[in-house]
């Protein structure tokens, strides 16, 4: 069975500390994403990377950085955790094909005090 | 740029009755479209897509939703609504260099008995 593999389901940081999310797939998939869920916002795209060192800015990628040096892993990085970066945070992945469905993970819910 | 408005951020129905939750959408591109289903504390499921073709696409669990391009619209139904239904519903259209998803803002469907 195919996977997009969430490290962690909960994690509580402090405020300041470098967080490191990871995400690591098994599909040989091209295309990675991270979202970030709220509610009331649905799902928003904070950066996506179409390739091993390729990156992208999504919609909200301020405060965070990526670090993809393997094709299966995508990482999520806060450099300096905040409050309100306090979320449920959503990796996915997909193939370059126009039809391909994403994967997703099942999520890591980061609170930050 | 894409974009997806789901009109009703809650949506109440009887169980029996019809399931109707609403999603336009605004693409530069000839858009592919996707709800997807969160029931609590699990993760993304897709229910159905569409691409090209027939402009009438069946999900599972009974659910079809119908493309109409004139209407920017993706709205999603169900004839006949069961308890099990109960979650958010998220409507997303794909698009940009790596066909990224953009999500609306999520539909929670309560089901009375």
């Known amino acids: 069975d195919v996977k997009v593999t969430q490290s962690s389901r909960y994690l509580v940081k402090r405020t300041g500390e470098k967080v490191f999310l990871e995400c690591v797939q098994d599909?040989?998939?091209?295309?990675m994403f991270w979202y970030r869920q709220d509610p009331g916002l649905g799902l928003r795209l904070i950066y996506f990377?179409?390739?091993?060192?390729?990156?992208e800015k999504g919609d909200i990628p301020e405060g965070y950085s990526v670090s993809r040096e393997k094709k299966e892993r995508f990482s999520l990085i806060l450099e300096s955790a905040s409050t309100n970066q306090t979320s449920m945070y959503l990796c996915?992945?997909?193939?370059?094909?126009?039809?391909?469905?994403?994967?997703f993970g099942s999520g890591t819910r980061l609170t930050v005090v | 740029a894409q974009s997806v408005t789901q009109l009703g951020s809650h949506v109440s129905v009887s169980e029996g009755a019809l399931v109707l939750l609403r999603c336009n959408y605004s693409?530069?591109?000839?858009?592919?479209l996707f709800w997807y289903v969160q029931y609590p504390n699990q993760g993304l499921q897709l229910l159905l897509k569409?691409?090209?073709?027939?402009?009438l696409v069946k999900g599972i669990n009974g659910f079809e939703a119908e493309f109409k391009k004139s209407e920017t619209s993706f709205h999603l139904t169900k004839p006949s609504a069961h308890m099990s239904d109960a979650a958010e519903y998220f409507c997303?259209?794909?698009?940009?260099?790596?066909?990224?998803?953009?999500f609306g803002s999520g539909t929670q469907l309560t089901v009375l008995p």
């Open positions: 569409y691409t090209t073709g027939a402009t």
């Open positions: 693409s530069s591109v000839p858009p592919y």
């Open positions: 599909m040989d998939h091209e295309n």
């Open positions: 996915a992945s997909r193939t370059r094909g126009q039809g391909a469905l994403n994967t």
């Open positions: 990377s179409y390739d091993v060192k390729m990156k």
């Open positions: 997303a259209v794909s698009g940009g260099s790596a066909r990224q998803l953009t």
